[in-house]
């Protein structure tokens, strides 16, 4: 991603990302031309989904399961079971 300043339009770089959540972040950034020196506070955020994720919820469920250790998945099967 390219971030460019404000001000004078020149590259900045990223000094500092606040993620305050999956879909949305603060970017804290500097303006790269020095006669410029300009900071400031972008931010990135989840828009919308253009094609949906491939992964299912099951098979979410199941890398979940796989990584548990056994005896913390024998503990979760018996729970489950009814």
Known sequence: MRILCPTCSAKAVIG???????????LYCSCTDPECGHTFVSTVSYSHTL?????TASDLVTALFKALPPAERKKLQQELAF
């Open 51 to 55: 094609s949906p994720s491939a992964k």
């Open 16 to 26: 500092k990302t606040d993620r305050i959540s999956v879909a949305y972040a603060n």
